[in-house]
């Protein structure tokens, strides 16, 4: 037995809500970009992912016209911080629809740490960052989706295994679900890949 529903069963963002619900989990782009007007801006996107391996891309999703979006089309840079398990207070709060002349750096006490090759400042407590340059946008209805390519990837060599390899037990990345769930890390397991082998 199951049930279904259409778009036009779940009017609104009746259906968008079920779609989160659903599609989980999903690692969160912890974005910092700064306005033309020199702001900067700091935001969670849960709508998130490697777009591209070569050239390296990831891309975000802005659901209409927020300020990542906006500064990031007017400078063509930003930055995608890693979201950690301890900062979820931090990131949470960032999500809260400040007004644009107010930095979210500064309203919620999150420290700069200086960006290699882009004029965004990175979160200094992530372990993790992606410099991005501007590749394209997408839209898509409602909703925006932005691709960028990666100049840099700079990570705190506290979360670096003896090979030089990121320890994802040590990154403890959250993830969105549906609703106002969040996720931690859980059992993490590795499995190899099983290669074709013709008889």
Not at 26 to 44: F, K, Q, Y
Not at 124 to 139: F, N, Q, V
Not at 142 to 156: A, C, E, K, L, Q
Request: negative net charge; hydrophobic residues 40%.
């Amino acid at each position: 037995m199951r049930t279904e529903w259409t778009p036009k069963d779940l009017p609104g963002r009746d259906f968008y809500k079920l779609m989160t619900a659903v599609v989980v989990p999903r690692p969160i782009a912890w974005v910092s970009t700064t306005s033309a007007e020199g702001v900067d801006n700091l935001a969670p996107h849960s709508f998130f992912t490697i777009a591209c391996v070569e050239p390296p891309i990831v891309q975000f999703t802005s659901v209409e016209r927020k300020d990542s979006l906006v500064n990031v089309e007017e400078t063509g840079e930003f930055v995608v911080n890693l979201a950690p398990e301890r900062l979820q207070d931090h990131i949470n709060a960032s999500g809260t629809a400040y007004p644009a002349h107010l930095s979210e750096f500064d309203e919620l006490g999150v420290q700069r740490g200086a960006s290699s090759l882009v004029g965004p400042p990175r979160v200094a407590d992530s372990p993790a960052a992606l410099e991005c340059e501007l590749y394209s946008t997408l839209r898509l209805g409602n909703s925006t989706v932005v691709f960028g390519r990666v100049v840099n990837i700079t990570v705190d060599e506290a979360v670096l295994t003896g090979d030089g390899h990121p320890d994802v037990e040590l990154l403890r990345p959250l993830a969105r679900l549906g609703r106002n769930e969040w996720s931690t890390l859980g059992e993490v397991r590795a499995i190899d890949r099983i290669p074709y082998r013709p008889e």
